[in-house]
């Protein structure tokens, strides 16, 4: 398993595994996700942001990427206090994992990762042995 941060080259696939999970959900009777951006113009504009800042990430397991998460300094007002948001802090936000690699404990992957980072400053990726996971 590889994690990397993704490039302006990556905004499609990014907005590719955003709208397989925007279906999905939908299946399932939520609209979770389908309101983060309004439309596809603020969706892609977003997303640019997010690759071109250095805050999207991608996460590959073998040749296939299986999932995207976006780490930053941004908090959620309505999940954080201001006290809290006082505190230096990166949030993870927008852990988008495809179906196909569900249930195989990415978020708690990438958890783990990115707990590692923002305390060790580790370099672009990290790739993980199959016995870590």
């Known amino acids: 398993m590889k994690i990397y941060r993704a490039t302006e080259a990556d905004v499609s696939l990014l907005l590719e595994?955003?709208?397989?999970?925007?279906?999905?959900?939908?299946?399932?009777?939520?609209?979770q996700w389908a309101s983060?951006?309004?439309?596809?113009e603020q969706m892609l504009a977003g997303f640019a942001a997010d690759a071109g800042n250095g805050n999207a990430w991608l996460i590959d397991d073998g040749d296939v990427t299986v999932a995207t998460v976006t780490l930053?300094?941004?908090a959620q007002p309505a999940i954080w206090t201001p006290q809290e948001t006082a505190e230096p802090a990166r949030y993870v936000h927008r852990l988008t994992v495809r179906r196909p690699a569900a249930g195989q404990g990415l978020g708690r992957v990438s958890d783990w990762w990115f707990d590692l980072r923002v305390r060790h400053a580790a370099g672009s990726w990290w790739t993980l042995r199959d016995d870590m996971i």
Request: charged fraction near 45%; charge should be negative; glycine fraction near 0%.
């Open 17 to 31: 595994i955003r709208r397989e999970s925007i279906d999905w959900l939908a299946t399932r009777n939520t609209d």
């Open 36 to 40: 983060d951006f309004p439309d596809e």
């Open 72 to 74: 930053d300094a941004a």
